[in-house]
């Protein structure tokens, strides 16, 4: 017992180093040798856990989608009142996006290389669970206003969560390309109270 849990521990702080070198190296730079280093063990360690790059990454990204799923589902559950959940489930989309900067940068290096290729397939199905459970969530929190009379329906259910989504990654990427010019959380904020506002019956 105390072996697996040894293996899964180290299979995660492989996982966190290579976090920190692709965002360091990008991609394509990065080599299984400079994640071994990052951790401080042997390469061949590595690949006791990881056919090779590719997998490693993929594994990573996996990694960071549970993390991020968690996060926001937390934040939903703060709360019983409705438009409290859905401020917070937005708010928290922006949080994310702080917290985890590093994946994301890594996350977009990857995506360009991949429209660069034509092979966007791989990503986009391990992105593809990903917001359909953000969607989901979304969905249900604004059906649960809407059950209760505390939301007006603007728009069928499923086109406002992938409205509020598509709103949160144009103002992330805003940021990112303004070269973090204004305070990302403050005008996630700002964002959130204009949706709240804009479905509260």
Request: proline residues 1%.
């Amino acid at each position: 017992m105390m072996m697996r849990v040894d293996k899964v521990e180290k299979r995660k702080k492989i996982l966190e180093g290579a976090l920190l070198v692709f965002a360091e190296k990008g991609y394509h730079k990065t080599k299984m040798v400079d994640v071994a280093h990052k951790v401080g063990i042997g390469k061949a360690t590595i690949y006791e856990y990881f056919r090779n790059k590719e997998e490693l990454f993929f594994s990573l990204i996996e990694l960071l989608e549970t993390r991020l799923l968690h996060f926001i589902e937390d934040a939903a559950r703060s709360t019983e009142d409705v438009e409290s959940r859905l401020k917070r489930v937005i708010n928290s989309l922006f949080e994310v996006y702080i917290r985890w900067e590093n994946a994301f940068r890594v996350l977009l290096m990857f995506w360009a290389e991949l429209l660069r290729k034509g092979e966007t397939r791989p990503i986009q199905e391990k992105l593809k669970d990903f917001y359909a459970n953000l969607m989901r969530l979304i969905e249900t929190i604004y059906k649960d206003g809407l059950k209760k009379r505390k939301f007006k329906e603007v728009m069928p259910p499923e086109q406002f969560a992938r409205s509020v989504i598509a709103m949160a990654d144009g103002l992330t990427f805003q940021w990112i390309l303004s070269n973090k010019s204004f305070d990302l959380i403050d005008s996630g904020r700002k964002c959130a109270e204009f949706i709240v506002n804009s479905v509260t019956a």
